[in-house]
């Protein structure tokens, strides 16, 4: 009986062990699936979420962002909605559109930037180089970065956004744009035909503006060319321009140049003004600033480039991967003129007829004339699917 109960026992020991040991397999075999199952879903998270995904019966996502209301951007962004119109893609209708605008405000366009990419879009267009970069800034910390078309940028190769001016397709993946990099050397150069005496160019501009910087850097080269001087002065916001302009017009300048900024642009009428009180003509990268009073403005089209901008955004809204499209410098130039200035001159301007003929647009004691120029065609490079 004892050698019974000894055998008995030793069995339910031993089957004991063997449930626990069988408990203890599953057991890991249960953590094993919870542990894939967990990071599989963690791992689907970003395409779950990802826009690029087509979705059946929901119309296109489309943030559009700009810097300021200012009328460079504002034709800029005329230029974008009309093309997407002529696609087919209309606000309300065939596209969930949402515009953004900072008006000027750096803080507010970091949160605009940071409100966009966390949004489920389909694809950010920005208007200006700091949306660009306050824009492209935020999306790079995406686990999967959102489509991102840029315009009206001065010079993108600069811009810290990973641009390559040697390689047009070397650039960020999602990322895709048009740089309008200012005539300035054709600006200067028809300033000293105008006036042969020309001497000292005077220059407010924002050390904190990329397009500003760009387009300093690139006078600076152009007047070593042409045997002229740059007399510049910083400001830091629009407020402070005009006292800026008044310190230049003390230190003897013979022309003032507005380069292609927001902080200038949005002060141009104050700027303008204290230099044609001082009988100094303007001379401008913008071509808005005609309407303000400059003498001669030449700069790019804005419309024009906005409009290639938003056939970039439909090609990309169709199907287009943004990372076939190469990242140029393309700048279809304008011409206007404000003859009114003539008057108030100290030294005396003459503006012959081949100019004038060149000019899109004249103010004169006549009113206003609109000429006919050819506008320029975009690049062949960047049409697609059209």
Known sequence: FSLLSQLITRSMSTQQSQIGQSLARLSVGIIAIVAVSSILLVADRGARYRTDAPQPGRLPQ??????????????????????????????GRSMDLTSYNAQGDFATANTIAKAVVGDDLDLIITSSTISLQTVAAANRLRPVPKKHLFGIVTNPFDAGVGANREYPLQHPPYLAGLGSNSPVRELFELTL????????????????????????????EVVKDLGLELLEGNAENSGGAGEVVKSLLSRGID?????????TTTAQAVMIK????????????????????ALIALGASYYTVGFEQGQMAADILQGRDPATIPIINWTPAVLRLNLTALDRMRQAWVIPPDVRARAETIFDTNGVTHQDVPAPEAPKALGWNR
């Open 274 to 293: 204290a230099a044609t009180q001082a009988g100094i003509p303007v001379i401008a990268s913008m071509p808005s600033a005609a309407d303000d009073g």
């Open 255 to 263: 022309v003032l140049w507005l380069s292609t900024d927001v902080t």
């Open 193 to 220: 035909k105008l006036q042969p005496s020309l001497r000292t160019i005077g220059l407010v501009w924002n050390p904190a503006e990329a397009s500003s910087e760009a387009s300093t850097l690139l006078a600076r």
């Open 62 to 91: 489309v943030a559009l962002v700009q810097h300021a209301s200012i009328e460079p951007l504002d034709n800029g962004v005329k230029g974008i909605l009309d093309a997407l119109a002529q696609r087919g893609y209309e606000p």
